[in-house]
C-alpha cells in the first residue's frame, strides 16, 4: 500500500505563468483513490490538475491539452507509462514527466530517464515528496527567470538560458529539454569537473544509489549534436578519467 501524507497547508503557491494564470498538472494512474489524492496534492499547490486512468487517454491529453507537468504511473492497464513518453518524446512534447512506479530496480529507473522521464519515484512514497518534486521540475522548466536572461559562451558554442537557443559557430544546435539542463550545468561551469555524482544531484535530484550510466548516456547525446558534427572544431566535452567531465575551450 502507497504510504500517503498531506499536509494542510499549501507548500508553494507561488508557482504560476508570467501572466500569472496556475499551472497545470496531469496525473495518469489507474489507482482511482492515489490519483484522487496527488490531483488534491496539485489542487492545494494552487495548480489545476486533470486525471486519467489510462495511458491512451494521457497521450490524447498530452497532445490536445498543454500541461506543465505530467505525473506518470509506469504500470497502466493499457499501454505502460514507458509507452506513453516514448510516443510523447517522439512528438517532440518536452513536457516534464515524473514517474511513479513499484519497480524500483535501477535498471526501471534508469529506462525512465533514458527515454526522457525528469524524475522517477518509487512506491510506496510520501505524497509530499511527489509534490516536492513536481515543484522542482516547474519551477526548472515552467517558470522563466526575471530580466532578459543570460546568454552564456564557451568558445564557438552559445547558450541562452531565456530563449533556450543553443548554437555553435553559428549553427542551431536542437536539445531535448534534459540534454538542454545538462548543457546548462556544464555552461554555468566552464573549466570545472562535474563528476557523475554532481551531475545527478544538481540535474536529476537524486543518485540512483551511484549509478552513472545516465550521465555517460547523456554526455554522448551531447557530444554527438556538440562536437561530432564540427570537425573542424576542437571538441569542447572532455572526459577526466576517475573525476568526471569538463567543458572547455582549449586555445
Known amino acids: 500500500m502507497t504510504a500517503l501524507a498531506l499536509d494542510n497547508e499549501p507548500m508553494d503557491q507561488s508557482l504560476t505563468h508570467p501572466d500569472g494564470s496556475p499551472m497545470c498538472v496531469l496525473v495518469v494512474d489507474d489507482e482511482a483513490n492515489l490519483a484522487e489524492l496527488l490531483t488534491m496534492a496539485c489542487t492545494l499547490q494552487g495548480w489545476q490538475a486533470v486525471s486519467t486512468g489510462t495511458g491512451r487517454d494521457a497521450v490524447r491529453l ?19 507509462g514507458f509507452e506513453v513518453i516514448e ?5 517532440n512534447n518536452d513536457t516534464p514527466v515524473v514517474f511513479l512506479s513499484a519497480r524500483d530496480a535501477v535498471d526501471d529507473r534508469l529506462t525512465g530517464l533514458r527515454l526522457g522521464g525528469d524524475d522517477y519515484v518509487t512506491k510506496p512514497f510520501n505524497l509530499d515528496e511527489v509534490v516536492a518534486r513536481v515543484a522542482a521540475r516547474l519551477r526548472r522548466s515552467g517558470v522563466p527567470a526575471s530580466g532578459s536572461g543570460s546568454v552564456l559562451r564557451v568558445g564557438d558554442l552559445v547558450l541562452d538560458e531565456q530563449s533556450h537557443d543553443v548554437s555553435r559557430a553559428g549553427i542551431p544546435i536542437d536539445l531535448t529539454a534534459r540534454e538542454f539542463e545538462v548543457l546548462l550545468l556544464f555552461m554555468r561551469n566552464p573549466r570545472v569537473v562535474l563528476s557523475k555524482a554532481q551531475i545527478l544531484d544538481r540535474v536529476w535530484d537524486y543518485d540512483f544509489g551511484g549509478n552513472g550510466n545516465i550521465v555517460e548516456l547523456y554526455i554522448s547525446y551531447l557530444r554527438k549534436k556538440i562536437d561530432a558534427p564540427f570537425p573542424d572544431s576542437p571538441p569542447l566535452f572532455h572526459t577526466k578519467r576517475g573525476a568526471g567531465y569538463v567543458l572547455r575551450a582549449d586555445d
Open 62 to 80: 498530452a497532445r490536445t491539452e498543454h500541461f506543465d507537468a505530467i505525473v506518470l504511473d509506469v504500470m497502466l492497464p493499457d499501454i505502460t
Open 87 to 91: 510516443k510523447l518524446r517522439a512528438e
